[in-house]
């Protein structure tokens, strides 16, 4: 069963309410056994929407959904936001509980996202660090405990807790094709507890000022496929994360089975990036034949005392990147969001393994070409208590930026270690690191030092091939 529904010309949105008309359709095809609704030319502006089980939503290459922006049509829903389950906004584009769900075609979902990042801007302008807005004090009330939970600097101490563009949440059998999705409030699609997910062909785009606007996240979900896809956004582009400190363990769900390939990442904080929510575990990602350029960071793993979780066999394999500040970030001094420096968190010294002490073991990276890096070539660094185990980069080149406008220290967002001493591959509380066939190149002119491997205090069993 088919229901085409057309849209309006792009006039003011004000005047069109697509909502009840929307959700019909889509409650519909469910109960009547699975179907599709297909949005042809036009634009259809409404407010959330709830996805159910056996529906396909095929957008057409000339028609948008647009969401409106009106805070009070977004209720609290019992959901995983930043890695902590709480009650926050209802996701503009919504599955939970469901099955066999389709979103696929040329068209475009858009966010309307301004409004949104401009709060946002607004609080931090003010340096608020409470709620306010009756918004924010009707969260900080359904979530006392807030003040204790982990932050990831997205607005948790405001409550200020805003919606992604599309979330699935307990769902299996997903499958989104060929769409743009743009300008998410907040994170732009979140997968939660969700499994056998294929990802192909689609574009997520948010600009690079919009605070906290990662592309794609996977999060606590098994076996996930991501291919052909393009990222350009405001934050990480493809995350993987598992929950964060306690509530994450006492979830206890991972993100394992993991592929990816032939994605182009640009611009945001990272191209693939693993944490810093990883409580539940991140393993067997597979991560080949892909292209960052212009992203901060390529492979970045972010964590940090107190987030706990095992990260575990991750492979990165004949990709690409340029222009980045740093290819391969391995951080367990992960610093946005979490107590200042002086903290026993960023503490140099062992501190006692406890349940939130994360730990990092067998990361292999090989066929790696990585040009015009402006920070470092690489920076791995784990605890003194909790070493990263297992390292192997191999047949792999990283040539350094003659621009030095970037400092060293930017290669990765820490706090707590010392300044680095050049640009080459930092590494500190490593066991078993192996680099084989690798270079590392300079600018011929530059009188920077050029040390090619920056060791630090705590590596063991290293192992350097040359052929």
């Not at 918004?135 to 405001?158: C, D, K, M, T």
């Not at 182009?264 to 393993?283: D, K, L, P, W, Y």
């Not at 084989?436 to 705590?458: C, H, Y």
Request: aromatic share 6%; glycine share 10%; with cysteine.
């Amino acid at each position: 069963m088919v229901i085409a529904l057309s849209g309006h010309e792009a006039n003011d949105k004000n005047l069109y309410d697509d909502t009840v008309n929307l959700q019909s359709a889509l409650d519909k095809i469910s109960l009547l056994g699975g179907g599709q609704v297909l949005l042809k030319e036009g634009v259809f502006y409404s407010g959330p929407l709830k996805l159910r089980s056996n529906v396909h939503v095929h957008i057409e290459k000339d028609a948008t959904l647009s969401f409106i922006f009106d805070l009070e049509r977004y209720p609290p829903v019992w959901t995983r936001w930043e890695g902590v389950e709480c009650w926050a906004m209802h996701p503009l584009l919504f599955a939970q509980n469901s099955h066999h769900i389709i979103l696929s075609g040329s068209g475009t979902i858009d966010g309307n996202g301004q409004p949104w990042w401009n709060m946002l801007r607004q609080a931090k302008a003010e340096k608020r660090s409470v709620p306010i807005h009756p918004v924010e004090l009707q969260f900080a009330a359904l979530n006392p405990g807030y003040r204790e939970q982990p932050s990831g600097g997205g607005g948790r101490e405001i409550q200020f807790l805003r919606p992604p563009l599309v979330q699935f949440l307990h769902c299996s059998d997903i499958e989104i094709r060929e769409l743009t999705l743009q300008n998410s409030p907040f994170w732009n699609t979140h997968l939660v507890y969700s499994r056998n997910i294929h990802v192909v062909n689609a574009q997520f785009i948010n600009p690079h000022e919009g605070p906290n606007t990662d592309g794609l996240n996977i999060d606590s979900c098994i076996d996930v496929t991501i291919e052909g896809c393009s990222f350009d956004v405001g934050d990480d582009c493809l995350g993987l994360k598992s929950g964060a400190g306690e509530d994450g363990l006492r979830v206890g769900r991972p993100t394992e089975h993991i592929k990816i390939q032939g994605c182009s990442m640009r611009g945001g904080h990272g191209g693939v990036v693993i944490g810093s929510e990883t409580a539940g575990g991140v393993r067997d990602v597979r991560i080949k034949n892909c292209n960052m350029k212009g992203t901060d960071r390529g492979l970045r793993i972010k964590t940090r005392r107190g987030r706990g979780g095992v990260i575990e066999d991750i492979s990165l394999s004949n990709c690409r990147m340029e222009g980045v500040i740093c290819p391969v970030v391995l951080n367990c001094y992960y610093g946005p969001g979490g107590p200042t420096s002086d903290s026993p968190v960023f503490s140099l010294t062992p501190q006692p393994i406890e349940s939130t002490t994360p730990r990092m073991r067998r990361i292999e990276i090989s066929h790696l070409e990585a040009v015009d890096c402006k920070a470092a070539a690489a920076f791995i660094v784990g605890l003194p208590e909790q070493p990263i185990e297992g390292v192997r980069i191999s047949d792999s080149s990283f040539s350094l930026s003659s621009d030095r406008s970037v400092p060293s220290s930017e290669a990765a967002m820490y706090r707590g270690l010392p300044e680095p001493r050049g640009r080459g591959i930092r590494i500190r509380n490593v066991n078993g690191l192996t680099l084989s066939r690798i270079t590392v190149n300079f600018p011929e002119k530059s009188n920077e030092l050029k040390d090619a491997l920056l060791l630090e205090d705590g590596v063991s069993r290293y192992q350097f091939f040359t052929k």
